[in-house]
């Protein structure tokens, strides 16, 4: 497995700062390139997709979603993010095929990984056949659309190689276009630190001030250039019940969101990916599409509620919840 190629574009892309404060990424450094650096003794990796799209998904979700991100009361949280924590539902799967694959051929060295920091996991996938990577950065496919995890098997068996997936974006931009922040700074390449995803997820300080009425209810990640996609039409649902959404977090309000302490966010969180950012995230996030309603139309609901959490927040909370009292119109 040799994915040297993709290193002069991952060297620029970490020069480049891209990355933001995802410091793990340039401490892996070139070995996410070399899969037998990261796991000593990988001949071959398997690439696999699981598709997440919630088993009750209609037709025309997109739309749905469309119209849920303007309606500025409402809370947005990334469809994959809606159900149960994938890192879990992928990786026990995975195992349960490498020992499969163990019991066909005898012991093997296998070591799996879902969304892991050191992998180059569209690279592989791309490689593998599973998708190409479309100009907004995902794997996608025509039989797939792009609303999928990926996951890897690392094994120390010479696998015969699959065929490499042909791009079919042509000229298309459209994610390039629906960005609301331009993230997506050329095709193929993404600036993380401007990504709503990579902002509300791994950014931990203070959201930046340009960026915080582009986010708009988005709490949690953002599909945008996902829903925009016209491959998605092909997206498929998920046979699994691990990815049903769950009712807190499909649906929801800002305010209903903004009342939970945090004994509250880690009940309703339980088992969800969401868990992961932690109560303070969850409310800074909270408090900048709060600001960004109530830049909409007056609402004294939510201006109580902002003013009531002031006093307990800690200084990143603070300030965010007094950017948002300024957004009230004057
Ligand atoms: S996830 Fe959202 S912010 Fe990030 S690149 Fe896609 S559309 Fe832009
Ligand atoms: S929106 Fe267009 S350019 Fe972007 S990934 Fe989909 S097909 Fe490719």
């Known amino acids: 497995?040799?994915?040297?190629?993709?290193?002069?574009?991952?060297?620029?892309?970490?020069?480049?700062?891209?990355?933001?404060?995802?410091?793990?990424?340039?401490?892996h450094g070139l070995k996410r390139a070399r899969p037998a650096e990261l796991v000593p003794g990988t001949v071959s990796v398997i690439s696999a997709r699981l598709d997440y799209l919630p088993r009750a998904t209609a037709i025309g979700w997109q739309a749905v979603e469309w119209q849920r991100l303007r309606s500025a009361q409402q809370a947005t949280v990334s469809i994959y993010a809606r159900g149960?924590?994938?890192?879990?539902?992928?990786?026990?799967?995975?195992?349960?095929?490498?020992?499969?694959?163990?019991?066909?051929?005898?012991?093997?060295?296998?070591?799996?990984?879902?969304?892991s920091a050191p992998v180059l996991e569209v690279e592989l996938a791309a490689r593998s056949g599973v998708g190409w990577r479309g100009k907004h950065t995902l794997a996608l496919q025509r039989e797939g659309g792009s609303m999928f995890f990926l996951g890897e098997i690392f094994v120390d068996l010479a696998l015969p190689a699959s065929a490499p997936a042909a791009a079919h974006c042509g000229t298309c931009s459209a994610c390039i276009d629906?960005?609301?922040?331009?993230?997506?700074?050329?095709?193929?390449?993404?600036?993380?630190?401007?990504?709503?995803?990579?902002?509300?997820?791994?950014?931990?300080?203070?959201i930046p001030l340009a960026l915080r009425p582009l986010l708009g209810n988005r709490i949690y990640g953002c599909d945008d250039c996902q829903l925009v996609c016209p491959w998605n039409k092909y997206a498929r649902l998920s046979p699994l019940a691990?990815?049903?959404?769950?009712?807190?977090?499909?649906?929801?309000?800002?305010?209903?969101?903004?009342?939970?302490?945090?004994?509250?966010?880690?009940?309703?969180?339980?088992?969800?990916?969401?868990?992961?950012?932690?109560?303070?995230?969850?409310?800074?996030?909270?408090?900048?599409?709060?600001g960004n309603a109530l830049r909409t139309m007056p609402n004294q609901a939510m201006q109580q509620a902002l003013q009531e959490r002031l006093d307990s927040a800690g200084e990143l909370l603070a300030e965010h919840i007094d950017w948002a009292l300024r957004q009230r119109p004057h």
């Not at 890192?87 to 026990?92: A, D, G, I």
Request: proline share 4%; hydrophobic share 40%; charged share 25%.
């Open 1 to 27: 497995m040799n994915l040297s190629d993709a290193e002069p574009g991952l060297r620029e892309w970490l020069a480049q700062g891209f990355h933001g404060s995802m410091h793990y990424m340039q401490r």
């Open 84 to 115: 149960r924590d994938y890192h879990k539902v992928m990786r026990s799967r995975l195992a349960a095929l490498a020992d499969r694959l163990a019991l066909e051929v005898g012991p093997i060295g296998a070591r799996v990984f879902t969304d």
């Open 242 to 290: 691990d990815f049903d959404a769950r009712a807190p977090l499909d649906g929801a309000t800002l305010l209903e969101l903004w009342a939970w302490d945090e004994v509250d966010f880690l009940r309703h969180t339980e088992g969800s990916a969401i868990r992961r950012i932690g109560h303070g995230r969850w409310q800074r996030n909270l408090a900048v599409a709060l």
């Open 178 to 206: 629906i960005c609301p922040t331009q993230a997506i700074v050329a095709p193929y390449r993404l600036d993380a630190r401007r990504c709503i995803s990579y902002l509300t997820i791994e950014h931990e300080g203070p």
